[in-house]
């Protein structure tokens, strides 16, 4: 259970003249749900899109499952892009096979299963869809791969609290066992109790990485709590 | 799904406790299964970890036992289980008596405030 997932050492990228991640070092094991916590702009989607290879490092290095990122870390990470990522025109059947196609570690049972629990038929159109439908569609496809690292940007941002519970019961339910999920999101206090980890990002670095339930026992509130002193305005 | 916890404590020791309540008052019996990790993860809306980690503690107790083919079932040993609802009464009445004191009530008025109460009740 212990493996280590993902390692980064003196991680850093910069764009232009802003450091979006200072000189990050962290081991990420295998079996958790780990989230990914800080204000905007802290540089939480710049580590998930250095993570998929989408972004190169400026320096450090960064390995996922024991490889640095290329063709092998691709296959064993699912990514769910913080924006939607599925052309208008497909239908609900048309993406199943989309991802079978692409991904050999692509549930269609899974999906399907998702897919009428959602209320979704096989020939819905996505252009018809609500945005919050759009957002839990694109979700199930993700989980239903057997991934070792998911990795999920913002995925409950844009939608109502009861798809908030859903979104998040489908992560518990469906997520490998063996596998890791990465949760980006400054909305703590809805994902906190389905987290084993906690990283805080400011400003590029990372001022806190710990277990939720040390958290709790050492500072004695959540980890809502402790974010919002962290990352209080205007206080010193 | 989703149940309450506070914001002070782990969830796991919350956790821990909740199912402490359902087996000594009996919405768990004794000798039946209890749901797996996962799904009562599921219901509860928390990690599967968190439960693990309930599960353990209550494991450690001796509350629960894993059989190699039921999974988990709450202990047979009735004696263990009386004995946590005995601490667990202990623990309420302790905590009545201080709320009452701190709302300045002496032990003889609080005899006779429950002997009052029971006498309207009955």
Redesign the interface.
């Known amino acids: 259970m212990n493996n280590i997932l993902v390692s980064a050492r003196s991680l850093t990228k910069t764009y232009q003249n802003i450091t979006a991640l200072n000189n990050i070092n962290l081991e990420i094991g295998s079996?958790?749900?780990v989230g990914l916590l800080g204000p905007n702009g802290s540089g939480k989607t710049t580590f998930i899109k250095l993570l998929c290879g989408l972004l190169q490092p400026t320096s450090g290095m960064l390995m996922v499952d024991g490889k640095s990122i290329g063709t092998h870390t691709k296959s064993v990470i699912s990514y769910l892009p913080d924006r939607m990522f599925i052309a208008d025109w497909f239908k609900a059947c048309d993406l199943m096979e989309f991802f079978s196609d692409f991904y050999s570690d692509f549930d269609k049972n899974k999906a399907m299963e998702m897919m009428s629990a959602l209320g979704i038929a096989p020939n819905d159109k996505i252009k018809t869809m609500s945005k919050g439908t759009k957002e839990k569609i694109q979700l199930a496809m993700i989980m239903s791969r057997q991934a070792k690292l998911y990795l999920l940007d913002e995925p409950i941002a844009g939608v109502d609290p009861a798809a908030r519970?859903f979104i998040?019961?489908t992560i518990?339910?469906n997520y490998n066992?063996d596998g890791t999920v990465i949760i980006s999101t400054h909305l703590i206090s809805d994902i906190e109790?389905?987290?084993?980890e906690a990283i805080f990002l400011q400003n590029g670095n990372i001022v806190r990485y710990d277990t939720?339930?040390n958290i709790?026992?050492q500072e004695?509130?959540?980890v809502?709590?402790l974010f919002r002193e962290i990352f209080a305005y205007g206080m010193q | 799904?989703?149940w309450d916890?506070t914001?002070?404590?782990?969830?796991?020791l919350q956790l821990a406790e909740h199912l402490t309540l359902q087996i000594i008052s009996g919405q768990y019996q004794s000798g039946s299964a209890l749901p797996s990790v996962?799904a009562l993860?599921?219901e509860v809306?928390?990690?599967?970890?968190?439960v693990q980690?309930a599960m353990s503690e209550l494991e450690s107790e001796g509350l629960i036992e894993t059989r190699r083919t039921a999974g988990r079932i709450v202990t047979e040993d009735m004696q263990l289980i009386s004995q946590m609802r005995d601490k667990f009464a202990k623990e309420r009445i302790n905590e009545f008596i201080n709320a009452m004191k701190a709302l300045g009530y002496t032990e003889n008025d609080i005899k006779n405030l429950i002997n009052n109460w029971r006498e309207n009740h009955e």
């Open positions: 079996g958790k749900i519970d998040l019961n518990l339910t066992e109790r389905v987290l084993d939720v339930d709790r026992e004695g509130k959540s809502d709590q | 799904m989703a916890f914001n002070d404590r782990p969830i796991w996962r993860a599921a809306g928390v990690n599967p970890n968190t980690r």
